[in-house]
């Protein structure tokens, strides 16, 4: 069983960066690629950015392009979601998700951690 723990959420104001970190932990960790995907209150869960586990592609939701970057640490087992010049529509709840195939589902997720964005 896979673990996956969020950290690095908080309050900022416009305008402002924040990096997430997700650490997964359990047995060996060897997904096809991660994912962060975001809920805000009353809206549906939303794709963010994915990037493969070989670090060969990313891809990102058309608004967060040029803002968020994703990046990974195979050796810590770790994905990075960096988010600079946030809005206050980014806030929401940011979730990690490890898929392990190329056309399969994300079957491990964290628990998300909250990013508030004050304008």
């Known amino acids: 069983q896979v673990q996956l723990v969020e950290s690095g959420g908080g309050l900022v104001q416009a305008g402002g960066s924040l990096r997430l970190s997700c650490a997964a932990s359990?047995?060996?960790?060897?997904?096809?690629?991660m994912g962060w995907f975001r809920q805000a209150p009353g809206k549906e869960r939303e794709f963010v950015a994915r990037?493969?586990?070989?670090?060969?592609?990313?891809l990102y939701a058309d608004s967060v392009k040029g803002r968020f970057t994703i990046s990974r640490d195979n050796a810590k087992n770790t994905v990075y979601l960096q988010m600079n010049s946030l809005k206050p529509e980014d806030t929401a709840v940011y979730y990690c998700?490890?898929?392990?195939?190329?056309?399969?589902?994300?079957?491990?997720w964290g628990q998300g951690t909250q990013v508030t964005v004050s304008s």
């Open positions: 990037i493969t586990w070989n670090g060969a592609f990313t």
């Open positions: 998700a490890a898929k392990y195939s190329a056309y399969g589902q994300y079957d491990s």
């Open positions: 359990g047995r060996i960790f060897s997904p096809y690629a």
